[in-house]
């Protein structure tokens, strides 16, 4: 019996063309590649501001409410990419980089899988680059900054109790969640309460997500609020004199980082935010400078529809002036028998039953993305558990709803697996009719009901005390004009994780609001989603290990 390979011994034995050679396919100038070593490199935004932009088409790819069996969105995307190169399109890929969190955690990485990934995978899904690093330095700089302005006598009269800046960390620590600084003597500072955010939730990472060049970079890190004076005003990381300081640590992060998939697609992997508690999108200028070189530019969000893919929509599309001519939802069909009531041990079981209850959960999401203007088809990303009476329902439900569907296999065949997928996909394209959910203008409230009513089906949103405190601040101060962010829990439609399918007239809980003026949104905290997550009980971590040779193992 043979044992079928991992995710990482398949990248491993994949041999990489040079990074050279993937500019060069997609037309990227020589000026412009700053490589790290041979098989990675960053492109200098500077040098491709005389480039004629190709103005690709943008297709999104979402999915489903994931589920714990997986779905593989970002392995049906790569493999969708591939597949449109081998249909004859210049196609390039634009995705987010894997947060140390997840990958030591649970969920796992953000390079794909199978024979369906972006190399090279444990660079990627590990240090790749350093933007996390930089980052991370730069969020700690300026909470260091603060702190050392109040020790030093505090002429900006900041009120140590309302300093909201958090440090970060890439990694699940819930230790780290609630702490208290400054302990040991008035030589160590002023004490406070505060906590740390991981990194991909971080201000600075949506930041990095949003800026356009180097100015908007060091202009929005100035924006950022760090919390309030004693008589209630913001104070701002400018009053501080920070943003220099700041844009130096982020200077070489705001550049996209440049790498391949296992079919020789030109990928740009940058930025990484999450999609549950942040708004869950590459970076901006990743997907811009893609548009230069693509005629087909795959690009993914975050979870589900209702979470990524609205963010993506309303935030990065919103700021960037992005037109989507498609989208992909990626489904499958154990994912759609969980939401049927099918326990997890059973997926592989044939339940036509609980598939049938199940499959509200994807038309919801249909539903919603057809709200954006744009054309949803359903990837059904199949499993070797699949029968052959489950697929044929699929494909009826597919029929009787009005959407494409295209069955794949990229796991197990690549490229060559989402050949009719990407055929459906192209089949598919609009132009000019992708659009907003809601205005800002009609303030933050408006804005948060709209999407609890028309994507989460919420007969209501009610707003905890510490979210009516914050509403008022927000209001006070100018900022309700602003789009928001809701973090929610990416596995049901409420703000209630075990609430499966697709639930209406439930309320949506706001516990918190907070203004993040740098990145441009207000994030609303709903339920009991936190900016730190934790470890499980076994975590990845346990498994990865690396050889004497320095092979690493383990990881996918």
Not at 225 to 239: C, K, L, M, S, W
Not at 241 to 265: H, I, K, S, Y
Not at 355 to 371: D, M, Q, Y
Not at 444 to 466: F, Q
Request: charged share 20%; with cysteine.
């Amino acid at each position: 019996m043979t044992t079928q390979p991992s995710d990482v011994e398949i990248a491993q034995a994949h041999p990489l063309k040079p990074i050279t050679e993937i500019a060069a396919t997609a037309g990227i100038p020589d000026a412009a590649l700053i490589p790290y070593g041979t098989t990675k490199a960053k492109v200098d935004i500077t040098a491709l501001q005389d480039v004629e932009p190709a103005e690709g088409k943008i297709v999104l790819v979402t999915g489903v409410s994931p589920t714990p069996a997986g779905e593989g969105k970002s392995t049906v995307l790569i493999g969708l990419a591939d597949a449109f190169s081998q249909l004859g399109e210049r196609t390039v890929v634009a995705l987010r980089e894997p947060s140390q969190g997840p990958v030591m955690g649970i969920k796992g990485g953000a390079a794909g899988g199978g024979y369906s990934q972006i190399v090279p995978m444990e660079d990627i899904n590990l240090h790749f680059t350093g933007d996390f690093h930089a980052i991370s330095a730069a969020t700690n700089t300026l909470a260091s900054i603060i702190d050392n302005h109040i020790h030093q006598g505090n002429d900006l009269n900041i009120d140590p109790r309302k300093v909201t800046w958090q440090r970060c960390i890439d990694v699940n620590d819930r230790a780290l969640r609630n702490v208290v600084t400054g302990l040991g003597g008035p030589t160590h500072g002023v004490p406070a309460e505060t906590g740390f955010t991981i990194t991909a939730a971080s201000e600075i990472m949506a930041i990095l997500c949003l800026a356009t060049s180097l100015k908007d970079l060091k202009k929005r890190l100035g924006d950022i609020t760090i919390g309030f004076t004693y008589d209630g005003e913001p104070v701002t990381a400018r009053q501080l004199q920070a943003e220099g300081a700041l844009t130096a640590l982020m200077r070489d992060a705001l550049n996209p980082n440049l790498v391949q998939t296992l079919g020789g697609t030109p990928a740009f992997v940058h930025g990484g935010p999450f999609a549950n508690i942040a708004h869950g999108c590459n970076t901006l200028l990743a997907t811009q400078t893609a548009q230069k070189f693509g005629d087909v530019v795959l690009t993914e969000a975050g979870f589900g529809a209702d979470l990524g893919g609205e963010k993506f929509m309303d935030i990065k599309s919103r700021f960037g002036g992005l037109d989507v001519a498609g989208a992909v939802v990626v489904a499958t069909i154990r994912s759609q028998k969980y939401n049927g009531g099918q326990a997890r041990e059973d997926l592989t079981t044939e339940n036509l039953e609980a598939l049938k209850a199940g499959v509200i959960n994807l038309e919801r999401h249909v539903e919603n993305i057809r709200k954006f203007g744009v054309k949803p088809v359903v990837a059904l990303n199949l499993f070797w558990s699949d029968t052959q009476a489950e697929r044929d329902f699929m494909r009826e439900w597919a029929e009787g709803f009005g959407v494409a569907l295209a069955e794949c296999s990229v796991w197990s065949d690549g490229g060559a697996g989402a050949l009719d997928l990407a055929q459906t996909v192209r089949d598919n394209f609009v132009k000019g009719e992708s659009k907003q959910l809601y205005d800002p203008a009609a303030g933050i409230e408006a804005s948060i009901e709209t999407i609890a009513h028309e994507l989460y089906r919420a007969s209501s949103v009610e707003y905890g005390p510490k979210a009516k405190k914050d509403l008022q601040y927000i209001k006070d101060n100018g900022w309700e004009e602003f789009p928001v962010v809701i973090s929610k829990t990416q596995y049901s439609f409420s703000d209630d994780p075990t609430a499966l399918g697709a639930p209406m007239g439930h309320t949506l809980h706001v516990r918190e609001l907070l203004p993040r003026t740098g990145a441009g949104f207000i994030v609303a905290l709903t339920g009991d989603v936190m900016t730190m997550p934790g470890l499980p009980k076994e975590p990845a971590a346990n498994r990865i290990d690396v050889t004497q040779d320095g092979t690493i193992s383990g990881l996918f």
